[in-house]
């Protein structure tokens, strides 16, 4: 199947900081990536979908200004926490599906998740 | 999306099948019904969906409903390595990978 990659799997960050979080897809083009978060023993809850070549779509409640999400190339998306406050710590996670012709791949791949720390 | 429940928790033991139940009552004709699952601290992984018939594949079995308004997941012979949490998902024809996930069912293993 496709590889969806995330980098780094862990980061600690001081408070007042910006951590970037990058998710890449492997073996293949991604126009549209998606970001998650989820606390402990939660659900994940989607962000935002990042759109390649144009400005990100929030979900409700998700500052666009704190979360910001870069798309710059078919195979790379970046979210960056700016100035990071230990309740933004959380495990990030991406995904993607591969694009057939007109219709998107069936299944969706995850990157690994990224655990953020604020402290 | 159409929002769908599952229980919160099940165990099995090792090497038994495992039935796990999920109810979207309020499915649409064109939603498939995809199940994902999740490790400890991983990302979810694809497991199985379908439309309306049943569906079997190297990890599970999919058995949905005549009325589509219900649907079960099968793994047939449960490991350790099944622990996990498990996500039934409604997922629209537009199929852009967008996925809303709802609580899910925390799935224990026993040796």
């Known amino acids: 199947g496709a590889v969806v990659s995330q980098h780094p799997s862990w980061v600690i960050c001081k408070s007042g900081t910006s951590v970037k979080i990058e998710c890449r897809s492997l073996?293949?083009?991604?126009?549209?990536m998606f970001w998650y978060r989820q606390f402990p023993k939660q659900s994940l809850m989607l962000m935002a979908t990042?759109?390649?070549?144009?400005?990100?779509?929030?979900e409700q409640g998700v500052e666009k200004d704190k979360f910001l999400i870069n798309h710059a190339s078919l195979t790379l998306s970046t979210l960056t926490v700016t100035s990071a406050h230990p309740e933004d710590s959380s495990f990030y996670i991406c995904?993607?599906?591969?694009?057939?012709?007109?219709?998107?791949?069936?299944?969706?791949?995850f990157g690994q998740g990224t655990r953020l720390t604020v402290v | 999306d159409a929002k769908t429940t599952q229980p919160n928790s099940m165990e099995s033991n090792e090497e038994e099948p495992v039935h796990l139940p999920c109810n979207h009552s309020t499915i649409s004709g064109t939603d498939y019904i995809h199940w994902y699952r999740q490790l400890p601290s991983q990302g979810p992984e694809y497991v199985i969906h379908g439309l309306t018939s049943n569906v079997n594949n190297r990890m599970a079995s999919l058995a949905i409903a005549e009325d589509r308004k219900s649907s079960t997941l099968i793994l047939h012979r449960a490991t350790l390595r099944d622990a996990a949490v498990y996500y039934c998902?409604?997922?629209?024809?537009?199929?852009?990978?967008?996925?809303?996930f709802g609580q899910g069912t925390t799935l224990q293993v026993k040796p």
């Open positions: 073996d293949f083009q991604a126009t549209t």
């Open positions: 990042s759109n390649e070549g144009s400005k990100a779509t929030y």
């Open positions: 995904s993607a599906s591969p694009r057939t012709g007109s219709y998107f791949y069936t299944e969706a791949f």
């Open positions: 998902i409604l997922h629209g024809s537009s199929n852009t990978g967008k996925l809303i």
